[in-house]
């Protein structure tokens, strides 16, 4: 063999993933590549034209495969290995092990390793997602039927987004739903699915974030035996979603690579499993969505731009709860039946004085949010009762009824101004909240009327 050849075979050699240790036939190490250096922990130097039993004192004659393969002439294919290396690590590795025979001689053998440490990793998490999937408990759980009917809210832009929704559901374009967190989005994308022709496929929703890139590309397309250990033959999410809908949630999660390998399934409406390279035709309607804005997020590169456009064939966006101020009162209103309903209570309905308050808090986490503040109070009151102060927690308490103050005034101003700013504060709530009625107003705030009326004209709060 020439020079240059053999330059070229060691170059190989020592860029390969796997790793690569060869024995003459007195048991000696002659070649040991990068690869295997990092899987077992060791240095070439501590390795080569060493005994490998000297090496390696855990492994005998009849344990060390490489011997075995001397000896025996024995081929051994494909078995899997679990060990400490010389840093303590676990590793797994899959071996292959032969005899190099010249002219019927064994001159040496040869063993290839493959690390498939973080692989086995994926596929037993894998695999334990699929079995929470496949369990009838889980399902029970997951399977909350939503519908356009569950889905409340009066206000202008919110309707509009929903009005374009149902008319998403007569059609299986990709749809992608924007919107903060607890805004809806999941309860749209049901409601799609349940208001369409394929309501009574599966609709199965996946969420992008906190699944590493590779398991969740097994999971959508499922995977073939052999292709990594562990891994069987198993349908993906595309083929039990098949005629029905896939709701991929926070879609910008998912990485560029696999971003695009889906634009791919749904520009050729057919799935390859990992592994494998036969196709299988799909018919799934995709609905994605996204809570920060899909612009921005081409900008930042974390939204493959073809990709948003394949998917952005109908988008819907969700206002924030601040937007909507409007349906604060309607929502309250319809969690108090839906709890009353749950916990068997009359609940009649909430102290108005706060309803200023929950029009003016932040609501950071949206509708949720709300909810489960409602469903907390719903628990603490009496079973006739309205919702009062008293009934919500103390963090609630605390958030929305008190530090909404210390967020709207500026600390380093004296005394008699700060107050003078809670003053207008509290009556322009309260105002709100009792729709602009000078008399129920006056009863809330604990003041005469005539009082009132001096503090409107003092403060300068105009009255619509
Ligand atoms: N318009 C609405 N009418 C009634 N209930 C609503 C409405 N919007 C949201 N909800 C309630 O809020 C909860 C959260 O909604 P959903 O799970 O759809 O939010 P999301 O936008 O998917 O949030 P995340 O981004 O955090 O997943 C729902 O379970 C539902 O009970
Ligand atoms: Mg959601």
Same mark, same amino acid.
């Given at each position: 063999?020439?020079?240059?050849?053999?330059?070229?075979?060691?170059?190989?050699?020592?860029?390969?993933?796997?790793?690569?240790?060869?024995?003459?036939?007195?048991?000696?190490?002659?070649?040991?590549?990068?690869?295997?250096?990092?899987?077992?922990?060791?240095?070439?130097?501590?390795?080569?034209?060493?005994?490998?039993?000297?090496?390696?004192?855990?492994?005998?004659?009849?344990?060390?495969?490489?011997?075995?393969?001397?000896?025996?002439?024995?081929?051994?294919?494909?078995?899997?290995?679990?060990?400490?290396?010389?840093?303590?690590?676990?590793?797994?590795?899959?071996?292959?092990?032969?005899?190099?025979?010249?002219?019927?001689?064994?001159?040496?053998?040869?063993?290839?390793?493959?690390?498939?440490?973080?692989?086995?990793?994926l596929?037993?998490?894998m695999?334990?997602l699929?079995?929470?999937?496949?369990?009838?408990?889980?399902?029970?759980?997951?399977?909350?039927?939503?519908?356009?009917?569950?889905?409340?809210?009066?206000?202008?832009?919110?309707?509009?987004?929903?009005?374009?929704?149902?008319?998403?559901?007569?059609?299986?374009?990709s749809v992608l739903i924007y919107?903060?967190?607890?805004?809806?989005k999941?309860?749209?994308a049901?409601?799609?699915?349940?208001?369409?022709?394929?309501?009574?496929?599966?609709?199965i929703a996946q969420n992008c974030a906190a699944i590493p890139e590779t398991l969740l590309e097994s999971i959508l397309f499922?995977?073939?035996?052999?292709?990594?250990?562990?891994?069987?033959?198993?349908?993906g999410l595309f083929?039990?979603a098949?005629?029905?809908?896939l709701f991929l949630d926070e879609i910008n999660s998912m990485g560029m690579q696999l971003q695009s390998k889906l634009l791919r399934v749904l520009q050729?409406?057919?799935i390859?499993?990992v592994?494998?390279?036969?196709?299988?035709?799909?018919?799934v309607?995709i609905i994605a969505s996204t809570n920060e804005d899909p612009?921005k997020l081409i900008?930042e590169g974390k939204l493959r731009k073809d990709l948003f456009y394949r998917i952005n064939?109908?988008?819907?966006?969700?206002?924030?709860?601040?937007?909507?101020?409007?349906?604060?009162?309607?929502?309250?209103?319809?969690?108090?039946?839906?709890?009353?309903?749950?916990?068997?209570?009359?609940?009649?309905?909430?102290?108005?004085?706060? /309803?200023?308050?929950?029009?003016? =808090? #932040?609501?950071?986490? %949206?509708?949720?949010?709300?909810?489960?503040? $409602? @469903?907390?109070? !719903?628990?603490?009151?009496?079973?006739?009762?309205?919702?009062?102060?008293?009934?919500?927690?103390?963090?609630?308490?605390?958030?929305?009824?008190? /530090?909404?103050?210390?967020?709207? =005034? #500026?600390?380093?101003? %004296?005394?008699?101004?700060?107050?003078?700013? $809670? @003053?207008?504060? !509290?009556?322009?709530?309260?105002?709100?909240?009792?729709?602009?009625?000078?008399?129920?107003?006056?009863?809330?705030?604990?003041?005469?009327?005539?009082?009132?009326?001096?503090?409107?004209? #003092?403060?300068?709060?105009?009255?619509?």
């Amino acid at each position: 063999m020439n020079d240059d050849i053999k330059n070229i075979l060691y170059t190989i050699l020592e860029s390969i993933d796997e790793g690569v240790h060869v024995i003459n036939n007195e048991g000696k190490t002659i070649i040991y590549n990068k690869a295997m250096e990092k899987m077992e922990g060791m240095k070439k130097s501590e390795v080569i034209d060493k005994n490998i039993l000297d090496v390696f004192p855990s492994l005998d004659k009849a344990t060390s495969t490489l011997l075995r393969a001397l000896k025996n002439k024995e081929v051994i294919l494909d078995i899997p290995q679990t060990y400490f290396n010389n840093h303590e690590k676990e590793i797994t590795t899959i071996n292959t092990t032969l005899p190099i025979t010249v002219h019927n001689q064994v001159i040496g053998a040869l063993e290839i390793s493959k690390d498939i440490t973080k692989l086995k990793y994926l596929s037993e998490q894998m695999i334990s997602l699929q079995n929470q999937l496949s369990n009838p408990n889980h399902k029970k759980n997951y399977k909350r039927k939503f519908t356009f009917s569950s889905i409340i809210g009066k206000n202008e832009n919110f309707t509009k987004a929903i009005e374009y929704a149902k008319k998403a559901s007569n059609f299986s374009s990709s749809v992608l739903i924007y919107g903060e967190t607890g805004t809806g989005k999941e309860l749209v994308a049901q409601s799609i699915h349940y208001g369409s022709a394929r309501a009574n496929k599966p609709f199965i929703a996946q969420n992008c974030a906190a699944i590493p890139e590779t398991l969740l590309e097994s999971i959508l397309f499922g995977t073939v035996k052999g292709s990594f250990t562990g891994a069987m033959n198993k349908e993906g999410l595309f083929e039990h979603a098949n005629e029905g809908t896939l709701f991929l949630d926070e879609i910008n999660s998912m990485g560029m690579q696999l971003q695009s390998k889906l634009l791919r399934v749904l520009q050729e409406s057919n799935i390859r499993r990992v592994g494998s390279l036969d196709e299988i035709d799909v018919d799934v309607r995709i609905i994605a969505s996204t809570n920060e804005d899909p612009y921005k997020l081409i900008k930042e590169g974390k939204l493959r731009k073809d990709l948003f456009y394949r998917i952005n064939v109908m988008s819907i966006n969700l206002p924030s709860l601040r937007e909507r101020e409007d349906d604060i009162e309607l929502l309250i209103y319809y969690f108090i039946d839906k709890y009353n309903n749950r916990l068997n209570k009359k609940v009649k309905g909430v102290d108005e004085s706060l /309803l200023g308050w929950f029009r003016s =808090y #932040k609501w950071s986490g %949206n509708v949720r949010e709300l909810e489960n503040i $409602i @469903e907390g109070a !719903m628990n603490i009151v009496e079973n006739n009762g309205i919702l009062r102060k008293e009934h919500f927690s103390p963090q609630t308490n605390a958030k929305i009824f008190a /530090l909404t103050f210390n967020k709207e =005034y #500026k600390l380093k101003e %004296n005394l008699p101004n700060t107050l003078l700013q $809670i @003053e207008k504060n !509290m009556i322009t709530k309260a105002l709100k909240s009792c729709n602009f009625n000078i008399s129920k107003t006056s009863e809330n705030l604990g003041i005469k009327r005539q009082t009132l009326q001096h503090k409107l004209k #003092k403060l300068n709060i105009k009255v619509k």
